[in-house]
């Protein structure tokens, strides 16, 4: 049984910036892919960035490129979403999230420029970000 956790989140204004973190635990060892999600109030699910630590691939949402780093440690189990140069746009709740199929679902999401939601089997409860 895997639990993801996120943490990090917070109130910041224009221009700055904030890092999340998502720790695992229990079996890590089936984790590949870890995505960052983020979901607006009456908007859909986002992916906003993936990364497979392994081959060091890493992929981003064009609305993010250049502003938002994800990274890995695999020693410590946890995932990190560095923002910055954050917008108001980016407020919304983030989401960390995991699958176990690897360079394949880099691949495609490097392929497609989206991630899917529904690619993803497990999920943390999430944590806000407020940009004002």
């Known amino acids: 049984h895997v639990q993801l956790v996120e943490s990090g989140g917070g109130s910041v204004q224009a221009g700055g910036s904030l890092r999340l973190s998502c720790a695992a635990s229990g079996n890590t060892d089936s984790l590949k892919c870890v995505g960052w999600f983020r979901q607006a109030p009456g908007k859909e699910r986002e992916g906003v960035a993936a990364?497979?630590?392994?081959?060091?691939?890493?992929w981003y949402a064009d609305s993010v490129k250049g502003r938002f780093t994800i990274s890995q440690d695999n020693a410590k189990n946890t995932a990190y979403l560095q923002m910055d140069a954050l917008k108001s746009e980016d407020s919304a709740m983030y989401y960390c999230a995991a699958e176990d199929r690897g360079i394949r679902r880099m691949n495609q999401i490097q392929t497609s420029g989206f991630m899917d939601t529904g690619d993803f089997d497990i999920w943390g409860q999430g944590t806000q970000v407020t940009v004002s």
């Open positions: 990364i497979y630590n392994a081959r060091g691939m890493t």
